[in-house]
């Protein structure tokens, strides 16, 4: 036989997705969607709202205290006469700032941590694995209310507070990830191959290995918007005059039964926003598996 | 003709196991010349080619010696095993679905790789890419460079793995089961291709293969394995006419009647 093979190669095309696989594609791709568009509602009035009354969130005595939602201020206003909507786009601002930079930090160092722990000897995978054991016994508020205790409250440091608890969730997951990509065919063939290690590492291992990682992520922000709100409810966090979601739940507690859009308010603000990341979080889930991802192209 | 591979005594437990995978291997390798090794699953021919690949799981217990161009690679650290891997020892994977990293085109892949080893600028190394994806038989070349593995049949990506093995002109390739994940349509036209371009470069091939058929046609001499040992070697007219052991016969009975890739293509 002569080289049939052109022919035989053009026959051998690619398949069809499967009518089941769209529409999963279909559904998560919708979740990730609607769950963005609640995030991108809290990040326009984060910076849009402010653009219009810079002093608002602040500007005590500014309307008739504890204003019901109206034309005045379109979700009513506190016990000290300040807008409700100007303190949620300023309390939105921060607390998504804080979320995200304690994401990042986390997946950052956690996610080298779990890349070297999983493609280094067995040692050092226990001493990497066994001090962020350590680290993820206390409880999240604990671990995050000591590291405030030691450096102060700020903007910064609550980043830092939140990054420190996530590291050792984000380490396990990329390191489970990537223990699987490390046993696929294809890092070992690059390895016979005689590709480095570095490049074994990051170039084969870590993009295979990051859905998990995003997704995990993605919950996590949602996590660290509740919990720069609990560590802002309790004191800890942002401080006041500064507005915060958790700082305005907290103040307006004692309003809860006479004035409920008090609470209310920032209660909801916190909803939206925490189940736009889940939803996003979930939804990546199916979408960015790469086998998954081609079929929706 | 000398000896590019030389195994000797060689054992493999793996960690956790009572017993060895492979005990007491040994055999050797000509330059230019294709060996098969064949057995059922379980026999330790997958263990052997790691073990000369290299890839054997952490904890593995490794005895005996293998050299190759003189070289011992068996337990050597990475600083000796790199320079030899992709340009001098290569290797063809059973699977070729996951042979490819799902996150990068076909294309990219190739050219890092010859990037790497031949030190081609960007535009020279796509170029040989394209050239190599041709002559694996992958029409429209230079649109396949930027698929991913997963928009290509396995056939089509199998040929993608031989390129990538065997663009580098190695020595020695190792190639275990290459067509046992294909089509029956499409693995002869893939054993024909492979044939071809070992004959071209003078490469020498171990080929690990369940199926003796394959064996018959494509290797000069043969290696049985039977639970980790050696029962047998010989050349191949020797192995199938007169075989020495009874396992090897039932091997043979085991199998519908060696086929020859004439009569395989004919079909």
């Known amino acids: ?297 | 003709m000398t000896d590019l591979l030389v195994v000797n005594d060689l054992s493999v437990q793996y960690a956790g196991t009572s017993r060895p995978s492979i005990s007491g291997v040994s055999m050797t390798l000509a330059a230019g010349e294709v060996v098969g090794v064949v057995g059922e699953s379980g026999s330790g021919k997958t263990t052997l080619g790691s073990a000369l690949l290299g890839l054997l799981p952490q904890g593995a217990r490794v005895e005996g010696s293998a050299t190759f161009e003189g070289l011992e690679i068996l337990g050597a650290p990475e600083r000796v095993l790199r320079p030899l891997r992709g340009i001098k020892l290569s290797t063809i994977v059973q699977n070729p679905a996951t042979a490819l990293n799902p996150s990068f085109s076909i294309g990219s892949q190739m050219i890092a790789l010859l990037r790497r080893h031949l030190g081609l600028s960007k535009v020279e190394a796509r170029e040989y890419a394209i050239h190599w994806l041709g002559r694996v038989g992958i029409g429209d070349p230079e649109r396949r460079m930027s698929s991913h593995s997963h928009q290509l049949s396995g056939g089509m990506n199998q040929r993608v793995v031989i390129a990538m093995a065997l663009a580098l002109s190695p020595r020695l390739v190792i190639a275990d089961e290459p067509t046992s994940a294909l089509d029956v349509t499409v693995q002869a036209a893939i054993l024909q291709l492979i044939n071809d371009l070992i004959a071209e470069s003078g490469s020498s091939m171990v080929l690990i293969t369940h199926d003796l058929g394959v064996v018959a046609q494509m290797c000069s001499r043969v290696v049985v394995m039977r639970d980790g040992a050696v029962v047998e070697t010989g050349d191949v007219d020797q192995i199938f006419h007169a075989p020495r052991t009874d396992y090897t016969r039932h091997l043979l009975a085991s199998q519908p009647s060696p086929r020859t890739l004439e009569e395989l293509t004919d079909d």
């Open chain 1, 1 to 297: 036989m002569t080289l049939e093979t052109g022919a035989s190669a053009v026959d051998e095309a690619a398949g069809v997705p499967s009518r089941a696989s769209l529409r999963s594609t279909f559904a998560s791709r919708a979740e990730v969607v609607a769950g963005g568009a609640l995030v991108l509602c809290a990040v326009l009035i984060a910076v849009i709202v402010p653009l219009i009354d810079p002093a608002a969130a602040t500007a005590v005595g500014a309307s008739v205290p504890l204003a019901p939602p109206g034309s005045d201020n379109l979700l009513g206003s506190d016990q000290l006469g300040r807008d409700q909507l100007a303190r949620i786009a300023v309390g939105y601002g921060i607390s998504l700032t804080i979320a995200v930079g304690a994401v990042l930090l986390a997946v950052v160092i956690g996610g080298l941590l779990g890349l070297l722990a999983a493609t280094a000897n067995s040692v050092i995978d226990g001493v990497i694995m066994r001090v962020l054991d350590v680290v993820m016994a206390f409880p999240a508020l604990l671990l995050s209310i000591v590291v405030v205790a030691l450096f102060g409250a700020g903007t910064e440091v609550l980043m830092l507070a939140i990054g420190i608890v996530f590291i050792p969730i984000i380490a396990r997951v990329t390191r489970a990830a990537a223990l699987e990509t490390f046993q696929q065919p294809y890092v070992e063939a690059a390895i016979a191959r005689g590709a480095r290690r570095g490049r074994v590492i990051f170039r084969h291992v870590a993009p295979n290995s990051l859905g998990p990682v995003v997704v995990q992520a993605s919950i996590l922000i949602a996590v660290a918007i509740m919990l720069e709100a609990s560590l802002s409810f309790v004191g800890l966090g942002v401080q006041p005059p500064t507005p915060s979601l958790g700082l305005m739940l907290s103040t307006g507690r004692d309003f809860m039964v006479s004035d409920p859009w008090i609470v209310g308010v920032p209660a909801i603000a916190i909803l939206v926003v925490v189940l736009g990341f889940t939803l996003i979080g979930d939804g990546l889930q199916t979408w960015l598996d790469p086998k998954k991802r081609a079929v929706a192209r």
